[in-house]
């Protein structure tokens, strides 16, 4: 997954690496939601954090590009929402990192119209 965020025409553009059959589903339409798990080593991509490490807002993308072996599609972003993960009981699910206790959550993106498909 790349890690820069990148601007074009002044919208701010989410880079995602993602396999080749995902791809083309979102190229033709056949996807309109993708989701990705918020993690320490990536939270700063999504969410904006306070002092305490909570999520105090979700960072806003006009658009996302899907990407994989010289291929992409440009999708504009419609909404995104965050969702908590539980368990088969209801219960919310934690992991550690480095000793750090974290709260498994999921930035959930509904995509747009495709703005550019390349490769594809």
Do not use: C, W
Request: proline letters at 2%.
């Amino acid at each position: 997954m790349k890690s820069d965020i990148t601007t074009l025409n002044g919208k701010k553009i989410l880079p995602l690496s993602m396999g080749v059959r995902r791809l083309q589903e979102i190229a033709y339409g056949k996807i309109k939601t993708v989701s990705q798990e918020i993690l320490p080593r990536t939270q700063n991509r999504y969410v904006i954090l306070d002092d305490e490490d909570a999520i105090t807002a979700i960072i806003h993308y006009d658009a996302i590009s899907f990407e994989t072996f010289g291929a992409s599609v440009l999708v504009e972003v419609e909404s995104a929402k965050l969702y908590e993960i539980v368990d088969g009981r209801g219960e919310l699910i934690y992991f550690t990192h480095n000793g750090k206790r974290h709260q498994r959550i999921v930035i959930e993106y509904t995509l747009g119209k495709i703005i550019n498909r390349r490769g594809i």
